[in-house]
């Protein structure tokens, strides 16, 4: 157990209340794509504050839509430190990929060091990071996006590297796809609502996934069963059995 999970392991077993700030890129902003469902903050709030009876913790969203590593450590004391967090998670690099806004691209060395200056300045804030790499894409419809799977890999890289809590949600989109049949050329179309943006039931295995990671999941959970159920119609559509 990485000293970051022995840390947060603690800070629930505490009791104390604990401040939760979640930033990025408009994945976890999550307007419009979930058409009127939550998204995984939001399910996030719901499972910590309800579920789990941890009535004085506060859940805060602070990502803007089409925003980057470096935009956000621009913004840094508004996006993160303001709040004087305990628990910081960051999911970005879907736009940091990209060939077309950008010129010149991002390198994805720059991105890394980025990522990897967001976690030093998390921790100097005397917050736990956590690091999310961004869901696997509909490559043939946002090809500008190719080169997301190195971007999430360099986002592994800094959590090995500095000791970081990983969700790996890259992998579990990936994973999600192989398990849905033939037919879909290893693209995770259930869970998304467009060619990158996750819909309502992507939102679910996001939340799924940070749940697990984060030790949220240990005690029965009304959320956490709904959200696997979600998952399971998004794989297999005629799931439950009429």
Do not use: K
């Amino acid at each position: 157990m990485t000293a970051d999970r022995t840390r947060l392991r603690d800070s629930l077993a505490s009791g104390r209340p604990l401040t939760w700030v979640l930033t990025g890129d408009s994945i976890t902003h999550g307007l419009i794509h979930t058409r009127g469902a939550r998204n995984y903050v939001d399910h996030l709030h719901e499972l910590i504050r309800g579920d789990l009876g941890r009535v004085q913790d506060v859940v805060i969203n602070t990502a803007i839509t089409g925003w980057r590593a470096d935009l956000i450590l621009d913004d840094f004391t508004r996006r993160v430190s303001s709040w004087s967090p305990d628990v910081v998670t960051l999911m970005i690099g879907t736009n940091d990929c990209t060939t077309v806004w950008l010129d010149p691209p991002i390198d994805a060395d720059v991105f890394r060091d980025s990522v990897a200056e967001f976690v030093r300045r998390v921790r100097a804030a005397g917050a736990i990071p956590v690091l999310q790499t961004p869901p696997a894409i509909d490559l043939l419809h946002a090809p500008d996006r190719e080169r997301i799977g190195d971007f999430a890999q360099r986002i592994r890289d800094v959590a090995a590297e500095h000791d970081v809590i990983l969700v790996d949600q890259h992998v579990a989109f990936t994973e999600f796809s192989e398990g849905t049949g033939p037919g879909n050329e290893g693209m995770p179309w259930g869970l998304l609502d467009d060619a990158f943006h996750p819909n309502a039931a992507g939102h679910a295995l996001l939340a799924l996934g940070l749940a697990r990671e984060l030790g949220l999941d240990e005690d029965p959970s009304a959320v956490l069963t709904d959200l696997a159920a979600r998952v399971a119609v998004a794989r297999h559509p005629q799931w439950p059995p009429a």
